[in-house]
DNA sequence: TCATCACCTGGAGA
DNA sequence: ATCTCCAGGTGAT
């Protein structure tokens, strides 16, 4: 890889794509479903899957994707700002049960209950003298009841993680099969899911199902949309989004950045959360 | 199709 | 101390 592209970790871990890795001195410790990943900015990255080069899409061609993206100052800035600011590619099962549970929830409360699932439902491992809870398997999960899920403090959220897992375990939803299908259709799949409207089956689609072109619209980039491309953009304003007007706009986003769109949507995102010194994990 | 509203919970700010 | 408000939304009316 180019060193121009270098992968940072703190920008990309701090980027609200994951939620169960902590930083222990200057080693970072992550859960991806039933693998550990330890990282140490310029050194090397280590999986207990022994997978590698994966989980930081280290086989994206960035010097392609930015010259893609790099459409206006505003995030031609966000790219300066933050070198080294990757998608990752996560575990799906994870990513889909991690996004169900963000739904009204800020970043430190999402990581409370998703640490409280590993414990309770996880495997006990070592990797790397780093003792950790893997991310329960969706047969695993399945099994939980509402209360213990309750227990790992979900809230209203506990019914859909149930129903999401055992669409999983049933085989009603593939998630693997997804990978191979194109935006729209795999969007629509995820949508049937009971918890899962457009944003969060963007976030899923676009972290861990390789749909670059997805663009997650949440609160804060819709703030984004309204400050900086009012202009670009027809009928922006901070109203919430309906179902119709979601469609609208990402397509008309799409249009604009192009089929790597996702990874404009992850500057961004970086970029105003710290001009407005939002906290990470 | 659209506008409201309730929803668990923890943390920040008044 | 106690209260209010909000956080990377979604589903039901």
């Not at 209950?113 to 439902?121: A, G, H, R, S, V």
Request: proline share 2%; aromatic share 12%.
């Amino acid at each position: 890889m180019h060193a121009k592209f270098k992968i940072n970790l703190e920008h990309t871990i701090n980027s609200g794509q994951v939620f169960l890795w902590n930083k222990i001195e200057e080693e970072w410790i992550g859960v991806n479903g039933q693998e550990i990943i330890v990282a140490q900015q310029d050194s090397q990255i280590i999986s207990s899957s022994g997978k590698e080069g994966y989980f930081f899409r280290e086989d994206d061609n960035m010097e392609k994707i930015l010259s893609r993206i790099r459409k206006d100052k505003i995030v031609n800035s966000a790219i300066m700002h933050f070198p080294g600011l990757r998608l990752i590619r996560q575990d799906a099962f994870q990513c889909y049960i991690s996004f169900i549970c963000s739904s009204n929830a800020s970043i430190r409360n999402i990581k409370l209950m998703l640490t409280n699932i590993c414990k309770k439902f996880g495997e006990k491992t070592e990797f790397n003298k780093h003792e950790c809870f893997t991310f329960p398997t969706p047969e695993k999960l399945a099994t939980a009841s509402i209360k213990q899920l309750l227990d790992c403090r979900l809230g209203f959220r506990a019914k859909y993680v149930r129903d999401a897992a055992k669409m999983v375990d049933t085989g009603r939803l593939d998630l693997e099969s997804l990978k191979k299908m194109d935006y729209q259709s795999s969007l629509e799949k995820l949508r049937t899911v009971y918890g899962i409207g457009n944003k969060i089956a963007d976030c899923i689609l676009l972290f861990s199902l390789d749909k670059l072109d997805a663009f997650p619209i949440d609160r804060w980039s819709q703030r984004i949309l309204l400050k900086y491309y009012s202009k670009i953009f027809n009928d922006v304003n901070e109203k919430p989004l309906t179902e119709k007007k979601y469609e609208e706009l990402h397509k008309e986003i799409v249009n604009y950045f192009g089929p790597y769109a996702g990874y404009a949507q992850q500057f961004l995102f970086k970029m105003e959360r710290e001009l407005n010194e939002k906290n990470w994990l």
